[in-house]
C-alpha cells in the first residue's frame, strides 16, 4: 500500500467523530479535523464513488443498504448534481406519479413534497394537493428550489454517515488515478479549498462524475461525441467526437413588480445580443429572442414571456416553463413574487465543448456559458417585448441565495452529454427510437415496444432529445418507446472493478438523448451500487462475472427486494 497510511470507514471513536451530512460546513471540517489528528491522507472503504449527482447519491444508499462502507466525493458543496447544484427540477415521464421509477427515487420525490408541507407555509389547497407542485412549471409535475431537495438528500444520507458507514467528500475534484492490470487501485481527489489531496483505495470504484472524468484519468476506454456505422436512424455519417450537446449555465429570478433590479451590463453583452446561432437546418434569427426552432416540428415558433400572466394567443409563457415557486401556492407574503429556473433554448451554449478539449479550454467555454446566461438576463431585464408595447420587465431579480453562489448562477453546469465508456452492450436507435422499433416489428409507432433486455436492471422513458450540438446540428427530438437499462450497458469492456453510474454508460451520442435525464441516472446509480455489493457478497473480482447468467438473476432479485422496476407493465 506503498508508504501511505488511510482511514478505514468504521473505525472506532478514537478515530474521531463521523463526517455529518446535515451540516455541510461543519462536517467538512470535522472530517478534516480527523484526518488531520490521525496523520492520515486518504481513505479506504468498500466501494469509492466519485460524483455526488443523482447517480453517485443512489449508488451510495444501494451499496450502504448492502452493508458496505462507502466514501462519497463531491466537486462542490452540494450533493445532488443536476437536482441541487445544477438547479434544474426533474425532467421526467408521463407516468410517474404511478410507476416507472425506483422505490427510493420515490422516496426522493415525496419527500421534497413533505419538506414543504412541514416547513412552508402552503396555502390549505396546495397542502392538500397529493401531487403537490410548489411551482406549477410547466415542465414537470415536481419543479421546485434546489435547496429543498438538498435537504432531502441529506436527510436520506444522515443515518449512514452518523453510524460511520458512509464519508462524503465535499469540494473534491477527481485529480489522478492508478490502474494496473485492467484493475483501478487507487484514485486522489483534490480539497478545491486547501489544495490538499486525498487518496482513495477500495475493491471497486463507481465514476458518477457528471463529465465521465475517471474514464482518462483510468485508461477505461470511451466515446465522446458522435459515433458512425451504428445503423441508427439519426446517426453522423462519419465519426464527429466533437459534436456534442450544448450545456447551460442555469440562473434562478423572480419578479417584483415596481422595483428596480437590472444587473451591470455583461462583459459579453455585445456578442450575445447580437448573434445568430451557426445551425442546420437554419435557426430562425438571433437567440437572445422570442423565435426559436421547434424541436419536434423543426419550424421556426414564437414563444412568449410574461412574468405577471399568460399572454392570449402564446401558447407557451417561458416564465411558467421551469417555474419553481408559485406565490399562489403559498399564504401571502411568503414570496415577493413567482420564481423561475432559467433553462431555454435562449441559454444553451454552443459554441464549444466540455470534453475532448484541454482544460483551459474548456473553462474558457464555461465562462462562456456563464455570459450567455447574464446576457439573457439582461435582455429580458431591458429589452424582450412586453404585451404592453414596451420593453423589458427591471422588476426581474437575480436570486444569487437561491442557488448558493455569488454570482447568481448554478454552482455547476448543466451537463448534457460525457464521455461514455465502450461497453459490454451498448443501448442503439434500434433498441428503442419509435420510428425503428416499428419499421423492426411491422408494427405502428403508437404500438411499438422497446427491446427488451434479459439483464435488466431498471427502465425509464424520454423522448431522444439532442439539444443543438457544438458543431452544428439543431435539434433531434424524436419519440422512444419506455425502455430497459441493461447492464451490460454499465459494464465496461475491460476495465475489471470501474462502473459508470449516470451519463457515462454504454449509450450512442443519439440513444444518450433518453437516458440522461434525472429519474433514469438514479436507476442507473441504484444499480451500479447493487452490483457492487453483489460482487462482494459473492466475491466476485471483475464486473465480467457480474454478466453471469446466474449472478444476474441474483442481481435483478437485489433490485426488485429494494424497489427497482425491471419492466414496464404489458
Known sequence: MNRRHFIKLGASASAGAPLLALAPTSARAAEERRAARAGKSGFTADVAI?????????????????????????????????LTSQAVPPDEHRWIESHGCTKSYRRLRNGIRDYYRRNYPLTDAAKARANLNP???????????PRVALAVLEEMLAPHVSGGRLIILREHKPFSAVAEADRVKQVTVRNLRTGKDVSLEAPWFIDATELGDLLPMTGTEFVIG??????????????????QQSFVSCFIIDHVPGEEHVIDTPRDWAFWKNHVPNLTPA?????????????????????????????????LNLWRYRRIAAKANFQPGTYPGDASLINWPQNDYMLGNLVGVSETEAQKHVDGAKQLSLSLLYWLQTEVARPDGGKGWPGLRLRKDLVGTDDGLAKSIYVREARRIKARFTVLEQHVGLAMRAKET????????????????????????????????????????????????????????????????????VTNGCYRLHPVEWNIGEAAGAAVALAARKKLGSSEALANKETVGELQADLVTLGVELRWPA
Open 283 to 315: 435557426w430562425p434569427g438571433r437567440l437572445l429572442d422570442l423565435t426559436y426552432f421547434h424541436p419536434q416540428r423543426r419550424v421556426p415558433v414564437a414563444l412568449g414571456f410574461n412574468p405577471e400572466g399568460d399572454t392570449p394567443g402564446v401558447p
Open 442 to 509: 411491422g408494427l405502428k409507432e403508437a404500438e411499438a415496444k422497446a427491446a427488451e433486455f434479459a439483464d435488466t436492471v431498471g427502465i425509464g422513458s424520454y423522448p431522444i432529445d439532442l439539444h443543438p450540438s457544438s458543431t452544428g446540428d439543431n435539434y433531434i427530438d424524436f419519440g422512444t418507446a419506455p425502455f430497459q437499462i441493461p447492464l451490460g450497458a454499465l459494464l465496461p469492456v475491460r476495465m475489471k472493478n470501474l462502473i459508470p453510474a449516470c451519463k457515462n454508460i454504454g449509450t450512442t451520442h
Open 226 to 243: 458522435a459515433e458512425a456505422g451504428t445503423g441508427e436512424l439519426h446517426a453522423a455519417t462519419k465519426p464527429r467526437p466533437a459534436n
Open 50 to 82: 466519485i460524483g455526488g449527482g443523482l447517480g453517485g447519491i443512489a449508488a451510495a444508499l444501494s451499496a450502504l443498504k448492502s452493508g458496505l462502507k462507502v466514501v462519497l466525493t463531491e466537486e462542490t458543496d452540494w450533493i445532488g448534481g443536476q
Open 135 to 145: 411551482g406549477t412549471g410547466a415542465v414537470s409535475a415536481l419543479c421546485h428550489e
